[in-house]
């Protein structure tokens, strides 16, 4: 019997392992450092409230994926729509719910709201040009924002070859200095003038002034409530599926299925190295039990990788890895994250538009240059099943960051007290209100465009090289891509597995159409 050792039980490798298991005689014996499955997907719990790490909707253009996910976990019964079309690759499908369920086990249809905190005031996430937008930003800063835009569209930076000026030529310096530059080097950590344009056309696709103004002209007159949300650009969904318990209910259920039907998962296993055959084949992988310290090795005829690529490089042994691929992957860069989840008696801000009601938003995008918070989640709003006392409200303080830096070494006691404090002088909450609080550090959470990415085609064509390894998912590509993106490229290579096909482009090809992408 053939075996596919899967690296990383995240939604790449998890996908990757049912497809097998349901299509084809390989086994697959996946391989996961963490304790649990789901990856950057999971699900932590913190005494009976649940934190989602990055705050995952369940949204995509693709047929196969909705109709993949409400396979595990059906469609909530209280949701009545049944029917409704799908856009995918400029195509139209029609997309029919065949499944409702109940209780525990089901996906729920969950309202989309996200909003910038500015100055202490509410801005829609996209910006949206209508009255309220205008009020708060005053005339003269509005006047300048126009005239800032109308110039960059007269004369647009060439070469456009960073992001800073990817960003000026789309929405003009003013709208850019406002509402863009600053979180965007929140996150990343550095200059925006430092980071390729390449990033922008990665995840900021087809969004911009001129559609921002249809969409608030048109959204005067009507709704569009349908989930795939057809004809709307993916930052203006309006809705989105989302499991009831959080991500991770997801990959623990598409889990139980592997295993019932014969796949292996390893957890709290390390994967030491990876030997070749001396030339271009993989043939075994040596695990370590972390519990343990159980070492063994498991031989196989195909490795699907999640892991990432810097550190899949450095521990293949045995096969030819050409020097220059190797510099390269070694150059490699990554932004780290850490959340602070604060249980709250109650929040302090209240609706802008409905005073004395509680937020509604999913995200707030905290667009501040003094404070270090980038984001905050209200897990209430991802789902009311998030929190165990729903007259709670469970907080989620976002801070990108890298591993190792003097604000990540810092105590839990520490960046908890930090945390409330920024939050505090922004009037989010009020330290009295804080009821309990944990923080979740989670490493290589977003592989970066900057550092040697801009070479990183070399390292590509020596993956592509070894016949039986398969790069999938987020960190297995080093590229940012969504959860709907990580399946599609575990599907492909799974096809590709099936077919005999020895090419991967089809895989690399995945999350670069227009069709996918969340704009900033």
Known sequence: MKKAVIIGAGPAGLTAAYELLVRTDIIPVIIEKDNQVGGLAKTVQYKGNRLDIGGHRFFSKSAKIIDWWLKFLPMDETVHEDHFRISYQHKDADFAIRKFGKGEQTILLRPRKSRIYFERQFFDYPLQLNMSTLRKLGVVKTTGIGFSYVRAKLFPEKPEENLAQFFRNRFGKKLYETFFKDYTEKVWGIPCEKIPSGWGSQRVKDLNITR?????????????????????????????????????????????EIIRLGGELHLNTSLESLTGNGDHTLISAEITNRNTSETKTITGDYFISSMPVRELLNIMDNIAIPSEAKLISDRLEYRDFLIVGILLSELAVQDDKKRGENIKDNWIYIQDKNVKAGRIQIFNNWSPYMVSDINKTWLGVEYFCNEGDAFWQQSDESLIQFAIAEMESIGMIRATDVEDSMVLKVEKAYPSYYGSYSQFETVKQFLNCVGNLYPVGRNGMHRYNNSDHSMLTAMAAVENIISGNLSKENIWDINTEEEYHEEK
């Open 212 to 256: 921002l103004i249809k969409h608030a002209l048109l959204s005067l007159f009507r709704t569009n409530t349908s989930i795939t949300q057809k004809g709307t650009s993916t930052s203006l969904i309006e809705q989105f599926l989302y499991p009831k318990y959080g991500p991770g209910q997801m990959w623990e259920t598409v889990t139980a």
